[in-house]
Each structure stands twice: as structure tokens, then as C-alpha cells.
């Protein structure tokens, strides 16, 4: 929805991330209770879900009531409902009625893929709760939760951000919420160090950019100390992939002007750095290090039986690479 537009009748929040599935499910309740008259009680919410999902069940709460009461109706898990149930829920999409809004939870899969363009179709309004999966998208959330909040932070201080608290949305959410309270709205890299100096003090960041220049012995020292102060390996993972990916586009991009790699996801700031970086590197060096980090990725997220392991050869085979161009 855009700021100040009224609530629709119907709404769909598509993607598999819980709390950005809840949060666009509360912004939606909010909408509505807030364009409700002055004086009216607000919507009763009601959330169904799973085997409660049905005719009869939806019938019920969605039937006039005496007392004429506006509602919110929420139904989750839709994926995975039966044909009767999204039978169900599309039969009471198209003829809800009024002062009655319906909000449907889907991840955009399952066995009820179909309804995700069946709503579409009935005009339903969507709220992307998709997961996000890369680096600059995390990143790129952080600066969002900050400009909602009204206060402008520089990229690096959202990097510094992210490497601290990691990668969970929420965690990251209420993090920004307390940096501003906490700072008066002065957030910058050394405010994220203070005030989460138990990580930051080496992070994923000093791990990699030691990497992909190089220096393998440095790069060790720092991954275990991250490792000891609490450093999550997914995000320690991620630092890695980032810098090798970036010298990647950086390298294989010589001469093309800042704001053209901005627009790919490198923010001008950081391309001066990279391309300094980049002369440790060949293109076959750097074809090694994408599969290192590649492989990487599925083992910190289950496929290693010993994480730590991983990340020390990987940071050890992409220092070695960096050392051998």
C-alpha cells in the first residue's frame, strides 16, 4: 500500500520470510484500524489456518453480524491448503463483505501454488515477504528500516550493522530501532561498534578483505577470533562471498564508471577498495574462488557436519588463490 492510501478489501502477503510476512499482516491491521470512522469500535482480527481452513469456517466469520462489526480476517499457511479449502478462501475473496478485509498468508509454492494468481486476479493487493537471500539485500533492508525511522546512515555503517547482528530480519529490525534511541538518531560505524563491540571488534569483513589480498596467516587469526567473540559462520560466509564476488564484477568490469557498477549492487564507496583488490587477482584465480565460495555457502547452511572447518579452507584456498596470482 502507499503512504495514505486506503485499505483494500483483500490483500495478499507472497514469501517465505516469517517476519516479513507478520509485519506486512500487522501494517495491513494498522491500515485498517486507522481508516476506521472516529468513535467505531476497531476490526476484530481473526486468524485461520491449516485444517481450520474451510467453507463452513469462513463462513462463519465473515457472516453479517448483528452488530455490524468491521473485521479482519487472516488466513495462514495457504500454501499448503487442500482444494476444498482454497475453494474455500477464493469463493470468499471474490464477495467479501463489508467492513470485511481478508489477508492471505502464501509463500508463493506448495500445493496451493495456483492461488497466488487466482488472488491476483481477484485484485487482491500484494506485500512482498519474499526471503532475502544476498548480502546487498540485507544491507539494502537495514538502510530501509533506517529511513523509516527517519534517520540517514551512511552504507558503511549499515555493513557494520549487519556483520554485527547478523543476517535474522527481526534481530536487525529492532537493532536499528535501538541504535536510533540510543544515538539520538547519530548512527554511524563507530556508534555500531560501541554499542555492539563484543562482535564488530573483527568481523567477517576484516576475514575477507585479509582473503582476497593475500594474506592467509592474518586472515586465520581474525576468522577464530570471530569465530570466539560470536561471529555467526552464515554471515562470516557471507563476508567472503561478497568480497570474492565483488572483485569478480569489479575485475571483469575494468573502466566502467561507479555508478553503473552501483546500479549492479557495488555502492560507489566500496569500488575504490575492490579494484585496489583486484590486482591480486587473475580471471582464473577468481574462477576458483567463486566455486570456493559457492561451496561455502550450502556447507554453513547444513550440507558441512563441521562448520568451522569449512569457513578456515575456504579462507585458506582464497588466500592461497590471492597469493598465487
Known amino acids: 500500500m502507499t503512504p495514505g ?8 502477503v507472497l ?28 476490526p476484530v482480527v481473526s486468524r485461520l489456518g491449516g485444517p481450520e481452513v474451510g467453507a463452513p469456517q469462513l463462513f462463519e466469520l465473515l457472516s453479517p453480524s448483528l452488530f455490524g462489526e468491521a473485521r479482519i480476517v ?11 479449502a482454497q475453494a474455500a478462501v477464493m469463493g470468499a475473496a471474490v464477495d467479501l463483505p463489508d467492513q470485511t478485509v481478508m489477508v492471505v498468508q502464501h509463500t508463493g509454492g506448495g500445493r496451493a501454488k495456483a492461488l497466488v494468481p487466482d488472488l491476483r486476479k481477484a485484485g487482491a493487493q500484494e506485500h512482498a515477504a519474499g526471503k532475502l537471500s544476498r548480502h546487498m539485500d540485507v544491507v539494502g533492508f537495514v538502510r530501509s528500516e533506517f529511513r523509516g525511522l527517519d534517520v540517514r546512515v551512511a552504507p558503511e555503517a549499515c555493513e557494520a550493522l549487519v556483520e554485527a547482528v547478523g543476517t535474522d530480519l527481526r534481530q536487525l529490525a529492532s537493532a536499528c530501532g535501538q541504535l536510533v534511541a540510543d544515538t539520538g538518531g547519530k548512527v554511524d560505524v563507530e556508534a555500531v561498534r560501541r554499542y555492539h563491540s563484543g562482535v564488530v571488534g573483527v568481523s567477517g569483513f576484516t576475514v575477507a578483505e585479509r582473503a582476497v589480498t593475500g594474506d592467509v596467516a592474518g586472515a586465520i587469526e581474525a576468522l577464530e577470533w570471530a569465530m570466539h567473540t560470536g561471529v555467526p559462520h ?21 573502466g566502467t564508471p561507479p555508478a553503473e557498477l552501483a546500479r549492479q549492487g557495488l555502492p560507489p564507496w566500496k569500488v575504490k577498495k575492490v579494484t585496489a583488490q583486484t590486482r591480486y587477482w587473475s580471471i582464473d584465480t577468481l574462477g576458483s574462488a567463486l566455486q570456493v565460495v559457492a561451496r561455502l555457502n550450502g556447507e554453513v547452511k547444513g550440507q558441512a557436519e563441521d562448520t568451522s572447518y569449512a569457513l578456515e579452507r575456504a579462507v585458506r584456498e582464497v588466500g592461497s588463490l590471492a597469493g598465487a596470482a
Not at 562470516?236 to 575485475?251: E, F, Q, R
Open 5 to 12: 492510501s486506503a485499505p483494500g478489501p483483500l490483500h495478499l
Open 234 to 254: 552464515v554471515v562470516l560466509a557471507d563476508a567472503l562471498a561478497d568480497a570474492v564476488n565483488s572483485i569478480a564484477m569489479v575485475g571483469t568490469q575494468r
Open 74 to 84: 487472516v488466513i495462514t499457511g495457504a500454501a499448503e491448503l487442500g482444494k476444498d
Open 15 to 42: 514469501g517465505e520470510d516469517e517476519f516479513l510476512t507478520e509485519r506486512a499482516t500487522a501494517g495491513v491491521v494498522a491500515a485498517v484500524r486507522a481508516a476506521a470512522p472516529a468513535g467505531e469500535d476497531p
